[in-house]
């Protein structure tokens, strides 16, 4: 009898044993699915921050080209002079050009200058490599325009001894010097001349 009894004490230990540790077993397997849950959800969101690093850092790389286009850009601007004159202005009195007669009133002035040489074209201009816009030099066409051109002594002055009758050419010793006033050109110094028989 005593061994019966120690057979069922022993029995009711190893039920109660075996219920205890098979609640255990079974509250460590609902926590681990918890756990795999919970770690696949944070694997989920370390993905989600990654792509959302990448896109920022792809941005940021973007914005710093984009800055440096700006200041290379600002930099060269800083380093170029500016102008005195439109581009445009000064290639409109570059090369040759031409006077009219001269209007003989006071100082003397050329109306204007022409661009192609016409039937009362009396002198050949040339822009100042200084001033091209303000101040352009003279020369009489031909021996010519010293013979039939009213006004002249504002314009020309005659060196050398040799008369104008007896000439067969001219030599130009000095170009004259006209300078933009409003829309007259004044002559500020007239070109000098010698004849040659």
């Not at 022409?114 to 031909?142: G, R, S």
Request: negative net charge; aromatic residues 6%.
């Amino acid at each position: 009898m005593v061994g019966f009894v120690c057979i069922l004490v022993l029995a009711s230990v190893a039920v109660f044993a075996f219920v205890k540790m098979s609640a255990t077993v079974k509250r460590l397997s609902e926590a681990s699915d918890g756990l795999v849950a919970d770690r696949s959800a944070l694997q989920n969101r370390v993905d989600a921050l990654e792509f959302e690093l990448t896109a920022i850092q792809g941005e940021c790389q973007r914005l710093t080209r984009r800055l440096l286009s700006v200041e290379a850009e600002l930099s060269k601007k800083e380093k170029q002079p500016e102008s005195r004159q439109p581009e445009a202005a000064v290639e409109s009195r570059s090369g040759t050009r031409y006077f009219a007669n001269v209007i003989n009133s006071g100082q003397g002035y050329f109306r204007g200058l022409l661009n192609e040489p016409d039937y009362t074209a009396k002198f050949v201009a040339k822009a100042d490599e200084a001033d091209p816009i303000n101040i352009m030099h003279f020369e009489p066409i031909d021996l010519k325009t010293l013979l039939s051109n009213d006004g002249l002594d504002k314009a020309i002055t005659i060196v050398g001894d040799v008369p104008a009758e007896e000439a067969r050419s001219l030599l130009v010793e000095l170009p004259g010097v006209a300078n933009l006033v409003g829309s007259r050109w004044i002559i500020v110094s007239p070109c000098k001349v010698s004849f040659i028989r």
